[in-house]
């Protein structure tokens, strides 16, 4: 079983949806939690950093964390066409300098 | 593009035979990262750098593969005798380095296809 569990899509929403992306963990040890986007053919870029339980806003884009459920998600209101891409959830212990383990990704479609 | 290079973009190579890609992090940051991802699934760490020691590397890094990050500026990434199973997209990513969290870049990929 892998440390990183991640919906596997795909997803394909209407332009102006409502999106959740979800991913589980299985190692309470996991202290900081990020969400990748990556486009075809590209590398993955930061989208969303959290360390605590709770949630975080940046603009259109809300992170997600339960770490008694060892469950985080990313909401993206409004969804728009230049969305399309495949999402990745990333996790880091506190003290392997930055040795990010990933999710395999949800790819999502928003379609105009 | 986010200052992270990565050359060549595409190897295509026959079966036995030695590769080796380079990355160009973003100057003036301490740590170099590789991970590899294959189609479908998100990127593994393979090892990474603090300047030019390299400080941890991944039990899927076999002894056929090996970096270098000679003078803690480019990095490089020998595999030798390759086989049909390295086939995959090698990405490198670059931080400052001064907290766990720092946010790491990273770079578009070498994609390897293994004949």
């Known amino acids: 079983q892998k440390e990183v569990e991640q919906d596997p899509g795909p997803l394909s929403v209407p332009e102006g949806a409502i999106v959740s992306l979800n991913c589980t963990y299985s190692?309470?040890?996991?202290?900081?939690f990020m969400w990748y986007r990556q486009y075809s053919r590209k590398g993955p870029e930061l989208l969303m950093y959290?360390?605590?339980?709770g949630n975080k806003e940046d603009g259109r884009f809300t992170a997600q964390v339960d770490k008694s459920s060892k469950y985080i998600s990313l909401f993206i209101r409004d969804s728009q066409p230049s969305d399309s891409a495949t999402y990745l959830c990333a996790m880091i212990f506190n003290t392997n300098a930055g040795k990010s383990t990933f999710g395999d990704g949800t790819t999502l479609t928003v379609k105009p | 593009d986010t200052g992270v290079s990565q050359n060549p973009r595409h190897k295509i190579t026959k079966r036995g035979q030695n590769v080796t890609f380079r990355c160009d992090p973003i100057s003036e940051h301490n740590r170099l990262y590789w991970y590899r991802q294959t189609l479908g699934q998100g990127p593994e760490f393979l090892t990474y750098f603090q300047n030019e020691a390299q400080l941890e590397k991944s039990r899927l890094l076999s002894d056929r593969f090996s970096a270098e990050r000679p003078k803690g500026s480019f990095s490089t990434l020998e595999i030798q005798r390759t086989e049909q199973g390295d086939s995959a997209m090698y990405l490198c990513?670059?931080?400052?380095?001064?907290?766990?969290?720092?946010?790491?870049?990273f770079g578009p990929g070498t994609r390897l296809t293994v004949l």
């Open positions: 959290t360390y605590s339980s």
């Open positions: 990513a670059s931080s400052r380095g001064g907290t766990v969290t720092d946010t790491q870049y």
């Open positions: 190692n309470s040890a996991f202290q900081y």
